[in-house]
């Protein structure tokens, strides 16, 4: 489906790509969301990921999974925005919709704030698939494809990972 619409593009149907936008502007921007921390910085990313994809719609390979194809697009726009900023990262997980005491929302924001903290002392390639994983709830085939790397280095670098995010917080703690 994504292939036929690539191809549509590419002959000039505009609406085709809009489709493609239509399905993915939502985990894109979550995405750029969960790497940047900000609202309108995730937006900014978003809109420029889609720009770059339809300038490079024609090296699309069909033969491979469009939505990897940007995903990986968005994941480095994401991260180069990041190292441009040289700002802190703020990753928020996203909280039930059952609404806690006050004493466990303190306790729970508390906690976030920890993990926030810590994630960002964390190497961008463990960041990366630990938000990818765990965040995003990818399997280890799409972060690897997503990554450009095997699914064995990507469950080598969760768990390596969360090792170091696990000492890092208890340093913190």
Request: aromatic share 10%; no cysteine.
């Amino acid at each position: 489906m994504d292939t036929e619409l690539v191809i549509e593009a590419l002959n000039g149907r505009s609406d085709a790509f809009g489709s493609l936008v239509e399905k993915y502007e939502r985990p894109i921007f979550n995405l750029a969301f969960r790497i940047s921390g900000d609202y309108e910085d995730a937006m900014d990313i978003t809109q420029t990921v889609f720009v770059k994809a339809f300038e490079r719609l024609d090296s699309f390979d069909p033969a491979r999974n469009f939505f990897s194809w940007l995903y990986r697009m968005a994941v480095n726009e994401s991260l180069n925005f990041v190292r441009r900023r040289s700002r802190t990262v703020h990753i928020e997980a996203e909280m039930p919709s059952r609404a806690p005491a006050p004493d466990e929302q303190i306790a729970r924001e508390e906690s976030q704030s920890l993990v926030q903290q810590a994630l960002t002392r964390l190497s961008e390639d463990y960041r990366l698939v630990i938000i990818l994983r765990h965040f995003l709830d990818l399997s280890y085939r799409e972060i690897g494809e997503i990554a450009g790397i095997p699914e064995k280095t990507v469950k080598s670098r969760l768990y390596t990972g969360r090792h170091i995010l696990r000492g890092i917080i208890m340093e913190m703690s």
